[in-house]
């Protein structure tokens, strides 16, 4: 075996070699591992190497669910190099650490193309498609801002276009944050569309926050009409993209929602931001899914689609049949 792992404690060592191979791994960023530390997780931070030179990197998250215990490696490994060999080894010496840890399965979900010959990878592996649905943004939809805002507006769709310039008209105020405080409003609209929408409302925005806006890497936009708050969205910027990573709204004849994204695009711009990411949207062949509504919201922006593979998971125990079935009831109980 040719490669060990060792903790790394530098930032700078981590954030230099991240940024230089895979920059929109934003779950491996030394930032997001704060906040899962933050929100009392478990956090393994592994530098790979071979022969004393970095390699690879792998943020670790333990995750004690009554489903059972798991690492997950969000948007990772991150590799210098896509290689068999250096997969085999990392798996193999990780695998050995998870089983002390008295972990049931490894989940990878790494930021590289979904493809077959990746899949192929992963099978020889003796890795799994993991039973959840599609999550962290496995299928985005990205915005190339080095255009003109006009460019910009003409590459959306009509109506879009049509929306963003009847909120402008209809007097909508957008409010601009970096204060963990204001987040009380944010908080406010987000339980009511988490009710009306009926999903499970994400836990460690706070933290998320108040570690991001700390370097100035997080935004929060509020969208009024009289007086009124009627949307909202949280803003991660890392990598060299802005992206819209928690948004809320109410009902409303007036576009607020429409305003807020149009301004939030004008804000990465502002900050020489070259990349705007919308996250997660739902398949195409799926018209049911939940996503549905948001995809058709985000899509009218203009921009394309990126696909990375989905989620993998290593068994370690026979046990995992129980997490594995339990997921797939889920998935399919909400409708992915």
Not at 40 to 53: L, Q
Request: hydrophobic share 40%; glycine share 6%; charged share 25%.
């Amino acid at each position: 075996m040719s490669l060990n792992l060792e903790l790394v404690n530098s930032k700078t060592a981590w954030e230099d070699f991240l940024l230089a191979h895979s920059p929109q791994a934003l779950f491996q960023s030394w930032l997001w591992g704060e906040v899962e530390k933050k929100a009392g997780h478990t956090v393994y931070r592994f530098g790979i190497y071979e022969d004393r030179k970095i390699v690879g990197l792998a943020q670790i998250f333990v995750v004690r669910a009554r489903r059972g215990t798991f690492f997950h490696i969000r948007q990772g490994p991150v590799w210098a190099e896509q290689k068999k060999t250096f997969w085999t080894d990392f798996i193999a010496l990780l695998a050995a650490f998870a089983r002390k840890e008295g972990a049931w399965f490894i989940r990878v979900s790494p930021l590289i193309e979904d493809s077959p010959k990746h899949h192929e990878l992963m099978d020889a592996l003796h890795f799994v498609s993991a039973p959840i649905h599609e999550v962290d943004a496995e299928r985005c939809w990205v915005l190339d801002l080095d255009k003109k805002d006009e460019e910009l507006l003409m590459g959306m769709r009509k109506t879009t276009r049509y929306e963003i310039r009847r909120a402008q008209k209809s007097d909508v105020v957008i409010r601009k944050s970096t204060d963990t405080k204001d987040l009380q409003y944010f908080f406010a609209l987000y339980a009511e569309t988490s009710r009306r929408h009926g999903f499970v409302a994400h836990a460690s925005i706070t933290e998320e926050f108040e570690v991001f806006s700390r370097e100035d890497r997080a935004l929060l936009l509020l969208g009024y009409h009289n007086k009124e708050l009627i949307a909202g969205t949280i803003l991660l910027l890392y990598g060299g993209q802005a992206i819209y990573h928690h948004g809320a709204s109410r009902f409303s004849k007036v576009p607020v929602s429409y305003g807020v994204q149009w301004e939030a695009i004008l804000e990465a711009k502002k900050r020489g931001i070259k990349l705007y990411n919308f996250y997660g949207i739902a398949p195409d062949d799926k018209p049911n899914h939940p996503w549905r509504g948001i995809t058709l919201f985000k899509k009218g922006f203009g921009g394309r689609e990126i696909r990375y593979l989905h989620a993998h998971d290593y068994a370690l125990s026979p046990l995992y049949i129980i997490p594995k079935s339990i997921e797939t009831i889920r998935r399919k109980m909400r409708g992915y």
